[in-house]
């Protein structure tokens, strides 16, 4: 069983920068994609970033241009650099990867990010 685990969240204020990290217990075979996903208190969890076994990324038009998703498949590790932080990027960030001609869906823990105003 493939386990992810994310680093890098925590308190910070508006305008300020995270880089999320996301390492895989062990090499996942055919990716597919690596994504993050976030959720804030009593909303429901949204997508923000992807990046295909391609390399093509994509984000949610509330990180445009701001968010940077990336990756290394030789540590099993994808990353999301957000810069110019809002207080509405508060969230539990999820890292997510699928793989296996989309077959299987691996899910992280989770990690806090707190923007100040």
């Known amino acids: 069983q493939v386990q992810l685990v994310e680093s890098g969240g925590g308190s910070v204020q508006a305008g300020g920068s995270l880089r999320l990290s996301c390492a895989a217990s062990r090499s996942i075979f055919s990716i597919n994609a690596m994504n993050w996903y976030r959720q804030a208190p009593g909303k429901q969890r949204e997508f923000v970033a992807t990046?295909?076994?391609?390399?093509?990324?994509n984000y949610a038009d509330s990180v445009k241009g701001r968010f940077t998703i990336s990756r290394d498949y030789a540590k099993n590790t994808v990353y999301l650099q957000m810069n110019s932080l809002k207080p509405e990027d508060t969230a539990v960030y999820y890292c997510?990867?699928?793989?296996?001609?989309?077959?299987?869906?691996?899910w992280g823990q989770g990690t806090q990010v707190t923007v100040s105003s």
């Open positions: 990046i295909t076994s391609g390399g093509s990324t």
């Open positions: 997510n990867v699928q793989s296996g001609n989309w077959r299987n869906n691996y």
